[in-house]
């Protein structure tokens, strides 16, 4: 998994509460991304970071938010979790450098709201 | 919006067929087209990726087609085998937004049946 490193990798939380997600790169790599994925939408950006404290929104934010304080880390924040947020989360990586465009995929946290 | 359509939406192949997955996309600033693999409970991994500038682009068995005035690009996977079984998702990015978002197909279930 291109050295990320996804936690927790199971979670259960209960409506209402707030939840963070952490991912973790050891390849010093510029960009992290964060999608969910859900059957029948494939999977969609959340958020992403281009650099230290340098993030935007992707198609499906509203309800989350980010913070990336070292190169290596990314962390996902649901602040108060509904249901609709029960998913898969991915974590991905890109170098972005000479042109590269390639995304990397963590091994993924499932997340279940009750 | 989808802005990328994949079909089928499954597809059972005999060992050693062909599996063809089609994608179509609508934006023309599209230029990079990857195609990501994802086994089950596992994070989706780049299989194979192509720029517009060629029509065609193959690696072992895996095989990506690109038309672009028709706006489409599929995979081929020769020669079918029963650990090829898994989800396929197309995808599409563009330079200059920054980002590079990826924009996902909605992915197609492949079984290769002995």
């Known amino acids: 998994d291109a050295g990320i490193t996804q936690s927790p990798r199971h979670k259960v939380t209960e409506t209402g509460t707030p939840v963070t997600l952490r991912c973790h790169q050891t390849?010093?790599?510029?960009?992290m991304y964060w999608y969910r994925q859900d059957p029948g939408h494939g999977l969609r950006l959340i958020h992403y970071s281009y650099g230290v404290k340098d993030t935007d929104k992707g198609e499906v934010s509203d309800g989350y938010s980010v913070s990336r304080s070292k190169t290596e880390d990314f962390l996902l924040t649901l602040e108060s979790a509904t249901s609709s947020q029960t998913s898969v989360y991915f974590c991905?990586?890109?170098?972005?450098?000479?042109?590269?465009?390639?995304?990397?995929f963590g091994p993924g946290t499932r997340l279940t709201v009750t | 919006q989808q802005q990328v359509k994949q079909s089928p939406q499954s597809l059972i192949v005999q060992k050693g067929g062909i599996s063809i997955i089609n994608c179509a996309y609508e934006?023309?600033?599209?230029?990079?087209f990857p195609w990501y693999q994802q086994f089950p409970g596992k994070g989706p991994a780049l299989l194979i990726a192509?720029?517009?500038?060629?029509s065609e682009k193959k690696e072992g068995r895996f095989t990506i087609s690109f038309n672009k005035s028709a706006k489409q690009f599929s995979l081929h996977i020769m020669d079918s085998q029963p650990g090829d079984s898994a989800t396929y998702f197309c995808a599409a990015s563009r330079a200059g937004a920054g980002s590079y978002q990826l924009t996902f197909g909605k992915g197609t279930k492949l079984s290769v049946i002995p």
């Open positions: 192509i720029r517009p500038d060629v």
């Open positions: 991905a990586i890109s170098p972005r450098g000479g042109g590269s465009y390639e995304q990397y």
């Open positions: 390849e010093n790599h510029r960009y």
């Open positions: 934006n023309t600033a599209f230029d990079y």
